[in-house]
């Protein structure tokens, strides 16, 4: 089992739709949940980051952590075709405080 | 955000050559960077743990003699592929690891560095 899971897509939205990306995680010991955003041929930004269980909103992003199905999810609304990007998941603070990431879902944002 | 820059950002290189890439965060301080490699339409690999001051952890598979590593400061660490073949052309993407105001820590992202050997 892979520490970081993601759905690798495509995943294709309309303009202005809501496009949902979801990651679970194995170590239940992690603290602290990133989501970073890939364009093609650059490295990876970070774009949000979330540590209590709930909701966090910044912008059209919103990062939702739930501990107790060791999920987290970004959802972002009114997709704009410059959405388009891999967005990995990425977990931290467990067993040995290490990194992981997923290996990215692929968002396409169609106009 | 933190900054974190790495040069050169394209290098093209014969085969058999040596070719180093640095890694610096700017505006903070770095015991732990992260180098990674990715292939075309690949996800992201772990190369190796870069810590300052110390030997850098390299992931299975990774030839610690090929691929060095250098942390000399908290802000700088370097990889060098020695002699290098077309097979290790990549993208080639640092990362640093930083604290968090909050607690907790994330890692920051070099812009990486393109790498063709002929």
């Known amino acids: 089992q892979k520490e970081v899971e993601q759905n690798s897509g495509p995943l294709s939205v309309p303009e202005g739709a809501i496009a949902s990306l979801n990651c679970t995680y194995s170590?239940?010991?992690?603290?602290?949940f990133f989501w970073y955003r890939q364009y093609s041929g650059k490295s990876p930004e970070l774009i949000m980051s979330?540590?209590?269980?709930g909701d966090k909103e910044d912008g059209r992003f919103t990062a939702q952590l739930n501990k107790a199905s060791q999920y987290v999810s970004l959802l972002i609304r009114d997709s704009q075709p410059s959405d388009s990007a891999t967005y990995l998941c990425?977990?931290?603070?467990?067993?040995?405080?290490?990194?992981?990431f997923g290996t990215g879902t692929s968002l396409t944002v169609i106009p | 955000g933190a900054v974190v820059s790495q040069h050169p950002s394209r290098v093209i290189c014969k085969s058999g050559t040596s070719v180093k890439i640095e890694c610096r965060s700017l505006?903070?301080?770095?015991?732990?960077m992260f180098w990674y490699r990715q292939f075309p339409k690949q996800s992201l690999m772990l190369m190796a743990t870069?810590?300052?001051?110390?030997?850098?952890?390299?992931e299975q598979g990774v030839e610690k003699d090929k691929f060095l590593i250098n942390h000399a400061s908290l802000t700088l660490s370097t990889l060098t592929v020695t002699s290098a073949h077309p097979e290790d052309s990549s993208f080639y993407i640092c990362?640093?690891?930083?604290?968090?105001?909050?607690?907790?820590?994330?890692?920051?992202f070099g812009p990486g560095t393109r790498l063709t050997v002929l």
């Open positions: 990362s640093a690891r930083d604290h968090l105001k909050g607690g907790g820590d994330t890692q920051y």
């Open positions: 170590d239940r010991g992690s603290q602290s």
């Open positions: 979330i540590y209590s269980n």
């Open positions: 990425a977990v931290n603070g467990g067993t040995g405080n290490q990194f992981y």
């Open positions: 505006d903070f301080q770095a015991t732990t």
């Open positions: 870069s810590n300052e001051g110390s030997k850098a952890t390299y």
